[in-house]
């Protein structure tokens, strides 16, 4: 997978995330700012901007990209959040300029690793690391078990939306919604929700299918 993979996949994200704006505006609205479907749409169209300005020559090198503009152009939390994702995963993928899927695979978990540690979050606390935390597992154990690319990346976007699902009837315990406290149960986490998108992403690119 070369620097035109991780470029196909920036823009299924950014289809998806511009189709699904308002959704993931009004489960944020439920629990917090209200502001989680614009501000990922106006940074993944930054991100946008940013790649044609200046193509990236390796996986790596558009991952630090997408990152660095995320962490410049979303507000709220989730610019840094997801901004450190991909910015540590493209750090981890150094200069190479084709990756395999196990070697994405293992940058994703540096990725989701600093992405607990900036946001101190576990698997539980109602936030995105609980959609990331499924995806990346299933993925790596997809690909140790022999499957293909099209079949890790479907394991990883399934398990990313049951994540995200699984959500629904915990309490938060980080971020806004931790303030609501007994009233964050009962809605989905909108990070979990666009993280689920993200893996999708992944897939659908991997699969060359709309």
């Known amino acids: 997978m070369d620097a035109a993979f991780i470029t196909d996949w920036i823009d299924e994200i950014t289809r998806l995330v511009a189709g699904e704006r308002e959704h993931l505006t009004a489960l944020d609205a439920a629990i917090g700012d209200a502001d989680h479907g614009a501000n990922l749409d106006r940074g993944f169209a930054a991100v946008r901007a940013a790649l044609s300005a200046r193509p990236p020559g390796t996986?790596?090198?558009?991952?630090?990209?997408?990152?660095g503009t995320l962490i410049r152009k979303v507000g709220g939390a989730s610019g840094p959040l997801y901004g450190t994702f991909f910015r540590q995963a493209g750090k981890s993928l150094g200069d190479s300029p084709e990756v395999s899927p196990a070697e994405l695979a293992a940058a994703l978990t540096d990725g989701l690793a600093a992405v607990r540690a900036l946001?101190?979050?576990?698997?539980?606390d109602k936030t995105m690391v609980d959609a990331l935390t499924p995806a990346v597992r299933a993925l790596e154990q997809a690909?140790?078990?022999?499957?293909?690319?099209r079949k890790a990346f479907d394991a990883a976007a399934r398990a990313a939306e049951e994540g995200a699902r699984a959500t629904v009837p915990l309490r938060a315990r980080k971020g806004r919604a931790s303030y609501l406290g007994e009233r964050s149960m009962g809605h989905l986490d909108p990070g979990a929700a666009s993280s689920a998108l993200i893996m999708r992403a992944l897939h659908i690119s991997a699969s060359g299918s709309r």
């Not at 690909?143 to 690319?149: K, N, T, V």
Request: negative net charge; aromatic residues 0%; hydrophobic residues 35%.
């Open 59 to 67: 996986p790596g090198d558009a991952l630090v990209l997408l990152g």
């Open 143 to 149: 690909l140790q078990d022999g499957a293909g690319r």
């Open 119 to 124: 946001g101190s979050a576990e698997q539980g």
